[in-house]
């Protein structure tokens, strides 16, 4: 059996009721920011109980857009160094800094000791990154403590569509979020992204921002440093239509996770991110901790070419303090994350993925680590 490490879902209806939606949007001639882009913030909002959702090219630029709006320029931004780079991008291409910090070993994201310990007189802002799906458990305790110090929590909620802490979904913890539809998300529009706010001021500047500062859609007097940010029609029917899957995705994926969580916990040398209970995860990554000592690449090897299972990419496999693009802004070690990035799997799981698939790969999986603990 062949597991691929990730797999897009969309049905025949889906497609033919794409397809249709196209046609129509090629003959009206209204290609960007039309009734499609309006349908699908709304619906999108709604999924996240948020009162506004604006729809943007990427989720980089809507996290850019968010950090523009809240007025990062010339000022420190703490980052999580496990994330992907595209966070540290938007911080810089909006003129702050990025100040890259630890991540606690539950979460694979920010906690509140490793933010505060990353503070620095000219933070403006932090970013929170849901990693994988989870929300970490402590993001109300970071909400305070960026209120007690006068700063701006933003989400980068790229990997949590769905997802909710305490009742609370992702996007309402901080002052505004942006979501992805990258084709790998569990929701996407092919391209594209989404910020979610209940701050009526940064709906109207994302507004200005994506379609190159203009006053009006039509009008040509600019009166911010915008840039070309839209969503067409034709990706925002695509994410419309994605969207009504949501809870199924939701419902599916959990129960793919059910079963791997019972497995891996009875496999030695391994551990997993615990959700915690009555949270909802969509576990757009499946995080699994090997022992340390491991070689990961002879791990994805063996389950490549001996099982034919894939292993989804990593979350991530290297971070940011410890990149080249990064170096200037790198200071100092941080070693939970510098462990963590080095040694964990994402275990493939999708949202159609059959009971015969998810016991393929834990079979696989044991069968791998024997295999390597042998040899080794």
Known sequence: MQVPAARVVFSDADRAEIAAAATEILASGQLTLGEYT????????????????????????????ILRAVGVARADVVVPTNTF?????????????????????????????????????????VVVVHIGGLIPDD????????????LVLVEDAAHAHGCTHA??????????????????????????????????????EALLYRDQGKASFLGNVHIRDGYAWRMSELHAVTG????????EFLEHRARVAARYDAAIDAMAGLDRLVVPAGNVSNYYKYVVLP????????LRKELKERHG???AGEVYEAPLHQQPVFERFAAGPLPVAEDLCGRHICLPLHSDMT??????VLGALSGALRSLTLDS
Do not use: W
């Open 85 to 125: 780079a595209a966070t540290a991008f938007a911080v810089r291409r909006a003129g702050g800094r990025p100040v890259f910090a630890d991540i606690s070993p539950r979460t694979l994201a920010l906690s509140p000791q490793t933010l505060e310990a990353a503070l620095t007189p000219a933070t403006r802002a």
């Open 309 to 311: 299972v894939a292993l």
């Open 38 to 65: 309006r349908q699908f913030e709304a619906e999108f909002a709604r999924a996240h109980n948020a009162p506004f959702a604006v729809a943007v090219s990427s989720g980089t630029a809507a996290l850019e857009i």
């Open 139 to 150: 993001v109300d305790a970071m909400a305070r403590l960026c209120a007690e110090r006068g």
């Open 167 to 204: 009742g609370r979904h992702a996007g309402s913890f901080g002052l505004a979020a942006a979501f992805s539809f990258y084709p790998t998300k569990v929701i996407t529009s092919g391209e594209g992204g989404m910020i979610v706010t209940a701050d009526e001021r940064v709906r109207d």
């Open 291 to 298: 022992r340390p000592g491991l070689d990961r690449s002879s």
């Open 355 to 360: 009971e015969a698939e998810a016991d393929h």
């Open 240 to 247: 419309l239509v994605h969207l009504r899957h949501l809870p």
